[in-house]
């Protein structure tokens, strides 16, 4: 029970943050829909992507603080946060589905599932007459995609802060450098051995389900990652500590 009224509670601290937020995203919308002269643009849900990826890093410090006050045991306030960015997935990609198909009445906006998965051209000079598909399978599709992505976006976003708060200022530094050091090692092996490129593109290609266009694959990756990552961050829960600075 205790995990279930942490989750309100972080629900409610949040509720203003996303009411903010879909006030701008729609300002700035219509914003280009009027003063747009042909323009397409396209993946605009990215920007609930980055919304949700801000928030599991801006949750976890004033929420454990919260439950540890009030006795909550660590494993509940695990559970509240698994119990937390579920719904409020589920109800932005709804809205985000429903906006997009609002905005695409005026301007051309394909979502990223309606590119990877849908039937939106992958050649650009044949992107002026697509019409988007609005069928309940695609609508479901599209809505099940941006769920799976916005809970892994939160989790990594989780995960990071929590790991910055364990850490010293020299532990900080290097997982902040890990990624470009990693990314350099990657490129450096993908130069020196084309064959390990190949069937690295090929593997991703397979667990996102793109050759095929099915979302499924990549929605089932998705919370695959969204699971281990979540586990890390039931790790770090259990050893996190109260800091008094």
Request: aromatic share 16%; proline share 2%.
């Amino acid at each position: 029970m205790n995990s279930y009224k942490l989750a309100k509670y972080n629900i409610k601290s949040s509720l203003r943050s996303i009411i903010i937020f879909y006030c701008i995203f729609i300002a700035v919308i219509l914003f280009i829909t009027i003063n747009s002269t042909g323009i397409s643009i396209s993946g605009i849900e990215f920007s609930s992507m980055i919304f949700l990826f801000v928030m599991g890093l801006n949750l976890f410090k004033e929420s454990f603080y919260f439950s540890q006050a009030n006795n909550i045991p660590r494993i509940d306030y695990f559970k509240s946060l698994v119990i937390t960015i579920l719904p409020i997935a589920l109800v932005m990609s709804i809205i985000d589905v429903i906006l997009n198909r609002i905005y695409n009445i005026f301007v051309v906006c394909p979502t990223l599932y309606d590119m990877a998965y849908g039937n939106f051209p992958r050649f650009h000079d044949y992107a002026d007459t697509w019409i988007q598909n609005n069928s309940i399978q695609i609508l479901i599709g599209t809505a099940t995609f941006l769920i799976a992505l916005y809970i892994i976006a939160f989790a990594i976003g989780l995960l990071i802060t929590m790991i910055f708060y364990k850490y010293n200022k020299t532990m900080k530094i290097l997982i902040f450098l890990s990624p470009i050091a990693i990314q350099a090692i990657g490129e450096s092996v993908i130069y020196n051995f084309p064959e390990f490129g190949e069937k690295s593109g090929a593997f991703i290609d397979n667990i996102l389900g793109i050759s095929t266009r099915n979302s499924y694959i990549c929605v089932i990756t998705f919370i695959c990652l969204f699971i281990i990552t979540m586990f890390f961050v039931y790790i770090l829960v259990r050893k996190a500590v109260v800091k008094r600075d």
